[in-house]
């Protein structure tokens, strides 16, 4: 079936520090990549999102990067701030459903 | 305007009952997604409802389902509850543009339905 993979699981930077966080999907018919932030206790929440036809996607301190023919899409936060701490989730939409991976659990350490 | 709403926000029932959990989308909203949240698992996909229908359903069994309305509220039912599906629930609306899978699907979510099996 389909599937969304997400690394690393867990990952620690210092503020200010980059942090990335890498994807791959299975199903070809995904066309839209969106990543979710879930602070604890709160509900996931959309930070930015790219599309099929669209390689790189850029929000201030946020990035987001998609290889289609590898099927490979990564999130890059600059800057790291102590609010960034929170789950991170990719996400891979095509025909009515979209797959979520595991989730990155990001920590900044002031 | 209002966001996604799910009720009830806790519940605790025992092995064999059944329960039933509901969620109010955007307004205008007519895709509904149901997400099983657990710890290590992330968000698993249950099934998306829109105009009242099925669209896709997740590797869930039988003793999962759920129906959408006519005004876009949508219920999942778990049957024969078991242990490990104590979890998070978490409903999302969406607005489709186009048909198909080349229209973009940003989900809202809910605060979810914390489910507690003893």
């Known amino acids: 079936g389909e599937n969304v993979e997400q690394h690393p699981s867990t990952l620690s930077v210092q503020e200010g520090d980059s942090a990335v966080i890498k994807c791959t999907y299975s199903d070809s018919a995904s066309n839209y990549f969106p990543w979710y932030k879930q602070e604890l206790g709160k509900r996931p929440q959309l930070i930015i999102d790219i599309r099929s036809n669209v390689g790189e996607k850029k929000d201030q301190r946020i990035a987001v990067t998609l290889n289609k023919t590898a099927k490979h899409f990564s999130l890059h936060i600059t800057e790291t701030q102590p609010e960034d701490s929170a789950v991170y989730f990719c996400?891979?939409?095509?025909?009515?459903?979209?797959?979520f991976g595991a989730g990155t659990r990001l920590f900044v350490k002031a | 305007k209002a966001g996604v709403t799910q009720t009830p926000r806790y519940l605790i029932k025992t092995r064999g009952q059944q329960v039933t959990l509901s969620c109010s989308p955007i307004?205008?909203?007519?895709?509904v997604s149901w997400y099983q949240q657990t710890p290590g698992q992330g968000l698993q996909f249950l099934f998306e409802y829109f105009s009242e229908t099925q669209r896709n359903k997740g590797n869930f069994p039988g003793r999962f389902s759920g129906r959408q309305f006519s005004n876009s509220r949508s219920e999942m039912n778990v049957s024969t509850l078991e242990l490990g599906d104590s979890a998070l629930y978490l409903c999302a609306s969406s607005l489709i543009s186009g048909t198909g899978s080349s229209g973009a699907n940003v989900l809202t979510f809910g605060a979810g339905s914390r489910l507690t099996v003893l």
């Open positions: 996400a891979a939409t095509g025909g009515f459903k979209t797959i």
């Open positions: 307004s205008g909203h007519r895709s």
